[in-house]
């Protein structure tokens, strides 16, 4: 990672761009975890809306929650980094769900609604949505090269969750990576 990645505030989800000559690449979090080569069909359609309204009201329930039991609690966190890998540098950015403190630890938390019952053996939610875990794992990789005190202290330890949501329901299932 590079020693300089940036934290930023407000987020936007910039399309991926890729530059062939330049041998470089930018791209979020997200669309990393879920990036393959060649055609693929980018689902959606009006089953995608109904689920984001979905997650967006579950996501707007849990913060209020997290708000309400730790005042030290951060939101939509944005940060960014960059790799060089093969002779390419990509630009990672991505915006983390929640981000708390307690002492001298601090834990990323990812809020992921589905539309399975939950709740369910671990091993079937990782099986079933690795790319949610690559997406956290990216968080954590872009959180540890960041030296910036506000956002994470240099001796601090790092904790990490997927918080699953059943859509229907709202029952929500933690699976810590």
């Given at each position: 990672?590079?020693?300089?990645?940036?934290?930023?505030?407000p987020f936007h989800n910039p399309p991926m761009?890729?530059?062939?000559?330049?041998?470089?690449?930018?791209?979020?979090?997200?669309?990393?975890?879920?990036?393959?080569?060649?055609?693929?069909?980018?689902?959606?359609?009006?089953?995608?809306?109904?689920?984001?309204?979905?997650?967006?009201?579950?996501?707007?329930?849990?913060?209020?929650?997290?708000?309400?039991?730790?005042?030290?609690?951060?939101?939509?966190?944005?940060?960014?980094?960059?790799?060089?890998?093969?002779?390419?540098?990509?630009?990672?950015?991505?915006?983390?769900?929640?981000?708390?403190?307690?002492?001298?630890?601090?834990?990323?938390?990812?809020?992921?609604?589905?539309?399975?019952?939950?709740p369910v053996d671990e091993r079937e939610l990782?099986?079933?949505?690795?790319?949610?875990?690559?997406?956290?794992?990216?968080?954590?990789?872009?959180?540890?090269?960041?030296?910036?005190?506000?956002?994470?202290?240099?001796?601090?330890?790092?904790?990490?969750?997927?918080?699953?949501?059943?859509?229907?329901?709202?029952?929500?299932?933690?699976?810590?990576?």
């Amino acid at each position: 990672w590079s020693s300089a990645p940036r934290i930023s505030r407000p987020f936007h989800n910039p399309p991926m761009i890729f530059d062939l000559d330049r041998r470089t690449a930018s791209l979020s979090a997200g669309e990393f975890s879920n990036f393959v080569l060649g055609p693929h069909d980018a689902g959606g359609g009006s089953a995608g809306l109904w689920r984001a309204q979905l997650g967006t009201h579950w996501h707007n329930e849990l913060r209020a929650q997290t708000a309400a039991a730790s005042t030290g609690a951060e939101f939509e966190v944005v940060v960014d980094g960059g790799i060089f890998h093969r002779g390419w540098t990509l630009t990672l950015t991505g915006r983390i769900d929640q981000l708390l403190r307690a002492g001298s630890a601090v834990t990323l938390r990812e809020i992921k609604t589905v539309t399975r019952p939950l709740p369910v053996d671990e091993r079937e939610l990782r099986a079933d949505y690795p790319e949610y875990f690559v997406q956290l794992a990216t968080y954590i990789a872009l959180l540890r090269s960041v030296e910036n005190a506000s956002l994470r202290a240099p001796d601090a330890t790092l904790r990490a969750e997927l918080v699953f949501v059943e859509a229907g329901s709202g029952l929500a299932q933690t699976v810590v990576l």
